[in-house]
C-alpha cells in the first residue's frame, strides 16, 4: 500500500568546457552519424558552414558538423520539441561533449589505439543491408566514409575509456581504509518495527464510507488501548494483507511511508498507538514495537560489496582526472553558437 553561452558574437575565446565527473557525454555511434547523413539544413543565419564553433588543440569543429552533432544530440534528450531555453542548454551540453570526444579522440590517436575496424565495417555493412534502396540512400551513401570515420572515433574513445578505468582489485588495507572512510556506503539507516490495522475504503468511496471507517477505527483504538490484543482486533478488522499475520508489518526504513504516517510514528515510544491516520487506503493504526537504530555493517559481511563500490569508485574518480588533465594541457577556444539554436528552434 502508499503504506508500506557564451563569448560575443563573432569572435572566439578561451572558455572553460565542462565535464563530468564520471566520464564525458557519450559518443552518439550509429545513430547520430545517421542523423549527420541526412539531408543537409540550410546553414544557421549569420552563422557560415565552415566558421569554426571550437577549436580543439590544433583541429577546428565547423559549424556543419556542430550542427549535425546538435541535432542527435537534441533528438535523444527531447521527444518531442523544446523551448528555447532548453534549446540553449542542449547546446551548450551538445557542444561540451563534442569537445570532450575531439579531445578524446586525440589522446587515443596520440597513444597509438586503433579503432575497432572489424566492428566497423560490420556496422557499415549494417547500413548498406538496412538502407540501399531507400528514398534518402542517394544521399546517405555519399557520408558513408564520414560515418565510418565516426564509428571508428566511437570505438577508440571506448578502448581509452577502458585502458584508463581499469583498476586493479585491492588489498586488503586498500579496501579496509576504503570502507573506513566511506561508512555510510555500508549504513543501514535506521527503521521502526511497526504492526497495523487498516480500516480499508474503496476508491470510489463517498463521505459516509469514510466517516464510519474513521469512526470504526477510533473505536478499535480505544479498545485495543483498554487491553484488547492488537494481533485479533488485526485479524478481525484489518483489510490489510498483514492482518493473517496479526498486523505484523515488521521493519519499515523512514521514506517507506506516506509522510503523514511517518510524521504520526515519530512520535511513538515502544508499545504505543498512533490514533486513526488517513490514507489513499482508508485510516490507519500503527503500534510501534521498538525502534532500530541505523546499523553500520563491518568489512566482513560487506567484503564483496566494498570491492564492487571501490572498483567503481576508483575507476571513476581515475576518468575524471584524466578528463581534467585533458583539459589542462589542451587549449580549447570556443564560438558563440546562438545562431545553431535559433535555426534548430525555427525547425521545431
Known sequence: MGIHERSAPGRHRRTAIRFARAGAAPAFGLALALAAAGVPAAPPAGAAPGAP????????????????????????????????????KLAGEALDSLVTDRLLNQEARRRGIAGDEA??????????????????????????????????????????????????????????????????????????????????????????????????AGELVAAIRAGEAFDQVAAEHSTHGSAQDGGRLGKVHGGQLPAEVQTAVEQLSPGELTDPVRTLEGYAIFRLNAQIPPQTHPLEDVRERAEALYLRNTASERWALFLEGLRERTQVETFDVSAHVEQLASEE
Request: charged fraction near 25%.
Open 119 to 216: 566492428g566497423v565495417e560490420k556496422r557499415i555493412e549494417a547500413l548498406r543491408e538496412r538502407y540501399s534502396g531507400g528514398e534518402n540512400w542517394a544521399q546517405v551513401e555519399p557520408q558513408l566514409p564520414a560515418i565510418a570515420e565516426n564509428l571508428r572515433a566511437d570505438s577508440r574513445i571506448e578502448a581509452l575509456k577502458t585502458e584508463i578505468m581499469e583498476v586493479a582489485a585491492p588489498t586488503g588495507a586498500e579496501l579496509e581504509a576504503f570502507h573506513a572512510a566511506n561508512l555510510e556506503l555500508f549504513t543501514e539507516p535506521g527503521a521502526w518495527d511497526l504492526d497495523l490495522v487498516l480500516i480499508g475504503v474503496p476508491p470510489s468511496a463517498l463521505t459516509p464510507e469514510w466517516q464510519a471507517a474513521k469512526a470504526l
Open 53 to 88: 564553433v571550437a577549436v580543439v588543440g590544433a583541429e577546428t569543429i565547423t559549424g556543419r558538423e556542430y550542427q549535425q552533432y546538435l541535432r542527435g544530440y537534441v533528438r535523444s534528450k527531447l521527444y518531442h520539441g523544446g523551448s528555447r531555453e532548453q534549446l540553449r
